[in-house]
């Protein structure tokens, strides 16, 4: 008698097409069911290559039988659709990032709010909950994502096909100009130089099958901010603020640049919202605090949270270690592990405005 341990050994000789690993680690297999001799499980994956899913079917299909002992076997296909929203719409452009399932820009008009800041903390709290993340610099003149993530070093080159690996750290894969210049030289480049880097991150670098990427974004609602939302088919973007007044303002001009190029927002952080004395635990609001969730609610958008003050958000910054990796009993990494679920949660819902697309199931037997 065939047992689900067997299936699950078998499809793991099952390749995803084009890529190097095999369905079981990608987390593709589900529902393995084992009745005497016959074997049923389901296969669940997005892409956009109707191919696929039918090759899938066929080689998975030979693997399990040949399992002694197994007759008959049922292959669910549920293919997901590539984007939560069937309204996304800023277009972006074919196989711009095509194995990565939810693609999230983190935006503020303001430059030093803390998007970085946020970007590294988010990316590692949809890894604590159990996602794959990739992390990606969009900012080319002031990239961070290497020091913030403690990744050193350069990137290799597959030399088959010439394309650049991302590299890692606390299970994040990033690519990040910061790892290709050197750190000492300030970048001056061009608009067009700028574009094109960014180019290569997008359709250059092996980013795999992932469940998440964040897009770190320059400050300011510029041509490259506006380039990338219609290179990348987004699924939505986080605006990130301050409580002060300025920063407020910054943010609803990010709003409404989103809001132009059809792109999903999933919601307001207030980033250095209010501090805590480490002494005496009191919460003192430094710039007055709220304006982010009123800011939120005057513009029918979700408020996804706010983070304290700490210094240790500054040291897990500089030293490669972010909070929520270094110190995740603290309240702000409290905080940002609370933004990654809500986001998700949101994403998973189909959010206001959101239409999901239809599941495809096929049926071999
Ligand atoms: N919650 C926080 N508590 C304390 N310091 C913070 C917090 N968030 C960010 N910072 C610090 O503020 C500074 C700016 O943050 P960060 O680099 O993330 O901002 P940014 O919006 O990405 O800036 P830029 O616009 O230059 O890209 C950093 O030194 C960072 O460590
Ligand atoms: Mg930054």
Known sequence: MPTPEQVLEALKKVRFPG?????????F????????????????FSTENPNVGQQLARDSEAAVRAISGVENVRVNLEIAPRQMSGAVPAGGQAGILEGVRYKIAVASGKGGVGKSTVSTNLSLSLRALGHTVGLLDADIYGPSQQMMLGIEGRPQIDERDEKIMPMENHGVKTMSLGLITDPDTPVIWRGPMV?????????????????????????????????L????????????????????????????????????????????SYYICQHCGERTEIFGHGGGKKTAEMLGVPFLGEVPIDPQVVIGGDTGSPIVVSHPQLPAAQAFRE?????????????PGHTHGVHEHAHIH
């Open 19 to 27: 890529l190097s690993r095999d369905i079981v680690s990608f987390g």
């Open 29 to 44: 297999v589900r529902d393995v069911k084992v009745d005497g001799s016959n074997v049923s499980f389901t296969i669940h």
């Open 195 to 227: 574009m094109k880097a960014l180019d290569q991150f997008l359709t250059d670098v092996k980013w795999g099958v992932l469940d998440f990427m964040v897009i770190d974004l320059p400050p300011g609602t510029g041509d490259a901010q506006l380039t």
């Open 229 to 272: 939302t219609q290179k990348v088919p987004l699924t939505g973007a986080v605006i990130v603020t301050t409580p002060q007044d300025v920063a407020l303002i910054d943010a609803r001009k990010g709003l409404a640049m989103f809001r132009k190029v059809n792109v999903p927002v999933l919601g307001i952080v207030e980033n250095m």
């Open 339 to 351: 933004i990654a679920a809500k986001i998700v949660q949101q994403i998973e819902s189909g959010a």
